[in-house]
């Protein structure tokens, strides 16, 4: 997710998913493929815990009431919540460029998922002991994989997110992304297809819900017959849905939020806008919320965040017992009812399905803005699914340039800059190949 919005206190107590986004500055792991600066001087303790973190979403910023929460917990070393970035694409950057330097700034990264790998494989990373997983699982399949690399884990899940596709009421419900074109042509349509890695997840989840592979393993497939057909058809419908109606393509999460509350008749976007919706008296009438949440047809890319060690963090052990009170069963439910984050631990959610309420007390709110109990568990039926139902983006060393390969192309065709007669798939993928490698050709990727 980019563009975070800052969120008022008074909205603690509902459902709000946000992209709680971090990293961490590293030293040299054993076994990776590239070294830490030789000559940095050995870090040495601060006797505090210091995570690193985009800007928040979240309902009331509850984040940093759950690290509070820890701070109060007797015989701890305290832990400080540091915003560095307020959007995934720099978050990454400074994350990156930080480790690089040897800095010892940080003890935790929550690296979002699509950088676990690269941040391993880079020697940013402590491994994780297997005994802090076996104390907290066990955890969803999907989220536990993308913090391993080359066989080892480097991470420990910590807050999932996956597409929901937002509709207003009286419209029908999509049950093929075909229909889903179809409606959005006529009714309107809001995603996130700017030239930044939300882009990227939205264009993957387009080809991938027509039938079209893109990877397998770690090799590029997407040129292959079959599967370009398939993504030609993908990226021509909505070249069409977007264009017809003449809807924007340079729009991220807080912005498409910002054109539905206006106009189309669909979005699709992550689970924090939901609170964000509820809560705006333009979105509701008489009869409650004027729009209706569910999984988005198709096949939805997997989101969220992980929480690493850095490799030079002083003191890992007190990292772990801290890792492993923001992933407790107990904190992971505070955090989907008071804060909005989607957990990765698959009991969390039927508990929150039966009791959907933030119990605290600080989380008291206006009545006004009282969210009717069946539309909470409406957005919890939705996340349950939605979340079991992704897969995750390709897991790579040099992920960051694939995707940014992968979206050029794709973008210009939805875009109408490139008319999708015109991609040539053969150097497409020739392309998206020398990309998996860490290299981009100089040549035009897109047109024969």
């Not at 994780?128 to 993308?146: C, D, H, R, W, Y």
């Not at 996340?383 to 979206?407: C, D, G, L, M």
């Amino acid at each position: 997710m980019t563009g975070r919005p800052r969120r008022p206190g008074s909205a603690r107590r509902l459902v709000a998913v946000t992209a709680f986004v971090a990293s961490l500055l590293v030293t040299l792991t054993v076994g990776v493929a590239r070294s830490l600066p030789a000559k940095v001087a050995e870090c040495a303790s601060d006797n505090k815990i210091t995570l690193a973190t985009g800007s928040d979403v979240s309902a009331g910023s509850f984040r940093r009431d759950l690290i509070q929460q820890w701070n109060r917990r007797p015989n701890v070393v305290p832990a400080e919540l540091v915003e560095i970035a307020d959007y995934t694409d720099k978050e990454r950057a400074e994350m990156a460029a930080s480790a690089q330097s040897g800095s010892c700034r940080y003890d935790i990264y929550v690296v979002d998922v699509a950088w676990t790998a690269e941040f391993a494989a880079n020697g940013y990373l402590q491994e994780i002991p297997a005994k802090i997983l076996e104390s907290v699982g066990p955890f969803l399949p999907n989220m536990l994989e993308t913090g391993r690399f080359d066989g080892r884990q480097y991470a420990v899940p910590f807050a999932a997110d996956a597409p929901l596709l937002y509709r207003r009421r009286d419209l029908p419900l999509p049950g093929t992304p075909q229909r889903l074109a179809e409606l959005g042509r006529r009714h309107g349509y809001t995603g996130q297809f700017a030239d930044y890695e939300g882009g990227s997840v939205n264009l993957q989840e387009t080809i991938l819900s027509y039938g079209a592979k893109i990877v397998e393993g770690d090799e590029v497939v997407l040129d292959r017959p079959g599967n370009r057909e398939k993504a030609l058809s993908a990226l021509t419908a909505w070249n069409t849905v977007l264009n017809d109606l003449g809807s924007p393509t340079d729009l991220r999460e807080e912005s498409s939020l910002q054109a539905f509350r206006k106009r189309p008749g669909y979005m699709r976007n992550w689970p924090f806008a939901f609170p964000r919706l509820i809560m705006d008296p333009s979105m509701r009438d008489d009869e409650g919320p004027i729009f209706t949440v569910s999984p988005l047809p198709g096949v939805g890319v997997l989101g969220g965040f992980n929480l690493a060690v850095a490799a030079r963090s002083p003191d890992p052990t007190a990292a772990h017992d801290l890792i492993r009170f923001l992933v407790s069963a107990e904190s992971q439910r505070d955090l989907l009812a008071c804060g909005g984050y989607l957990p990765v631990l698959p009991a969390v959610y039927d508990a929150y399905r039966a009791d959907p309420r933030c119990g605290r007390p600080e989380a008291a709110t206006d009545p006004d803005l009282e969210i009717p109990r069946e539309a909470l568990q409406e957005f919890a039926d939705a996340i349950a699914v939605a979340v079991r139902n992704t897969v995750p983006r390709p897991r790579a060393a040099h992920y960051i340039t694939f995707s940014e390969v992968f979206r050029s192309c794709a973008h210009q065709v939805v875009s109408g800059a490139l008319p999708p007669q015109e991609l040539d798939f053969d150097r497409y993928g020739e392309a998206l190949r020398e990309a998996m490698a860490g290299r981009r050709t100089a040549k035009d990727m897109c047109r024969g």
